[in-house]
């Protein structure tokens, strides 16, 4: 009798420790990240660390029957971020780059009365008021 | 107040967007992103496009390459076989017309059918009963009759009626084509409107309206941040400074304990421009977070490729007492080749310890309150030496303990003239100023962190993954996954471990 109960204390302390152990890891939210120690991590050369996307944005001018220039603005979807804003040509191609937080998945241009929103999962925006329609 | 009272007094007004009001519109379906004939319906389509940006409008009426009247487009209606004038027609801009005649020139694309017109209307511009584009009710004033069913070109010349001639308000003249029988389509080309060019493609192609310009720099009122200053005009982010958390690590070239909180700020820079789209002003905002770090570290910006000569003055930089610190005399650091700003000397000068170990990176506290320095660097806009924003390439960096030859930088940003070229390869530093790659590892390992965005740094200590876990899972995969791993609302982040201070979410 005194072996079971002792048997059955040490088995109840595992039990225990082991309860506790899960629980702490419970507490880690996120699993499955390969690397536990930042000096732990091999990148490629050629990552360069940035949370930002870089884009090239191109306004594509067309001919005008007069010169006509109003302020072209790039911005964030609630403007409180502004990527570009200047005076721009109508008829003149600009090119700017753009380096657009990667949490940020929308970016509005506002040339006029012409507003477009365009993703920023690419390189390259190209931006004209030409009609959408084919016909 | 004075002066303020006669920039208004005095402020001009400008019209919306046009700069000149002398062409004549001529539609000669001509105009494409092509100086070429690029044939077909897809350079047919692109010259309409051109058209209509420039506030042509077409109604079944539609350009073609086939037996052009001249060049190598033509307008075309469809088969001519209704006698309704709203079934094909074209508008024309807003104009103001002037006197003479209209011109153009017609022809039919077969020699059948019975009847083949066109007519000439003009259309007033009615703000209150019109349509959506303004127009108000149609007048005609003449009709032009193909007397002979033919495919030869007819040169048609109308007088602008006296009752619109020399106008200064708005109008617009619609060419209807119609027809009655047979199959054939009316072709147009070269039509002339001796008038003013009056409409703005900028602005849903209505009329051109009066626009405030209380400074007279050319930007309206509306779009301009500082409208009773005719040197400034706009406020822009400058790219790859919207505002982030920089961390650094500052035990460089040696490794670090990959806390990333020996300096902790939130950092951005804004850019003002003229109506030139020149620089006129940077101004470079640091929040000082926290300092996990035994070293007193300064903290400056180069501008990369930007010699010191562009720069008018710097004003706000926090300097403190330091030796080593040498500016000219606009206020820019002295020996170098590219405009380098100190923003502050040491961290000592912006935030004082509340006691213990480090500011800010102990969650037992105490806390200080970050302090926040906004240095304004002037910029020379003289034609010789004006600069757009698209030449600003920030480079924040920390110089590490008042030694100025020991600098710090983002991963693959360049040290500046008085880094100590010595250091690269040292410790664990695997530079390569050949490839042009800077402070990083020889596994690609950086010595500082820039995150678009507000985040929490790490706890006194505390490896940075244990704060953000997918942090390593974004770089081994190099950006492809995870690539919000500092994200709060995807879960990404071990809250135990990071320092929130007000204002970061």
Known sequence: MKNFIIISFIAL???????????????????????KKFNEIKTSENFD?????????????????????????????????????????????????????????????????????????VSAISFDILPTLAD | MKKLLLSIVAGLFITA????????????????????????????TD??????????????VSYTDIGAISNFYSAQSGQATSLLVTSFWIKSPWIKPGSGNITLKAKLTASNGTVRKVHIAYL??????????????????NVYDFTTINTTVNNLSIPIPAAIANSSVPYKIMISLAGSGGNSRIMLDDLTIPSTYF??????????????????????????????????????????????????????????????????????????????????????????????????????????????IRLNMVNGSVLGTSKWIELNEVGSEQNQDFANIIIFDKTSSVLKSAGGSGINVNPEGPFVKPETVEVTVEFNTDKEFAIEVKDLKLNPYIIVNGQREVEVHLPDYAPTNLASKKLFGTGVDYSNPEKGTYYKTKNNLPFAIKVEGLIPHMVEKQDILTGYPKLADWAKS????????????KGFRENKLLIYLEGIK
């Open chain 1, 13 to 35: 302390v595992s039990l225990s420790s082991c309860k506790k152990q899960m629980n702490e890891n419970q507490d880690l939210p996120i699993t499955g990240s390969s690397a």
């Open chain 2, 199 to 308: 409409a703005d493609p900028l602005n849903s192609c209505l009329p051109q309206v009066q626009i405030l310009d209380k400074d007279g720099d050319g930007v309206a009122d509306a779009d301009d941040a500082f409208p009773e200053d005719k040197e400034k005009a706009y406020i822009v982010q400058i790219p790859n400074a919207t505002p982030s958390t920089l961390m650094f690590e500052d035990l460089w070239p040696a490794t670090g304990d990959y806390d990333f909180n020996d300096f902790v700020a939130i950092y951005q820079a804004k850019a003002i421009t003229n109506a030139n789209n020149n620089v006129v002003e940077v101004i470079i905002t640091t929040q000082l977070n926290a300092v996990g770090a035994s070293f007193d570290n300064g903290f400056a910006v180069q501008f990369d490729g930007l010699s010191p």
């Open chain 2, 47 to 60: 010259r309409r496009n051109y058209d209509i940006a420039n506030c042509w409008t077409f109604g079944g």
């Open chain 2, 478 to 489: 190099e950006g492809q996954e995870y690539e919000n791993w500092y994200d709060a609302d």
């Open chain 2, 124 to 141: 007033p511009y009615d703000a209150v009963t019109g349509n959506s584009a303004k127009e108000g009710t149609r007048v005609e004033f």
């Open chain 1, 49 to 121: 660390w940035k949370t930002t996307n870089e884009l090239t944005f191109n306004y594509v001018g067309i001919p005008t029957i007069q010169p006509v220039k109003t302020t072209l603005t790039i911005s964030s979807e609630d403007g409180k971020i502004v990527f570009y804003a200047g005076t721009q040509d109508m008829s003149s191609n600009f090119q700017t780059k753009l380096a657009v937080p990667t949490n940020m998945s929308n970016i509005v241009v506002k040339y006029g009365a012409v507003s477009k929103i365009y993703s920023t999962n």
């Open chain 2, 17 to 44: 967007n046009i700069h000149a009001q002398t062409a004549l519109p001529i539609l000669n379906c001509e105009t494409s992103s092509s100086p070429i004939n690029n044939g077909g319906s897809r350079g047919a």
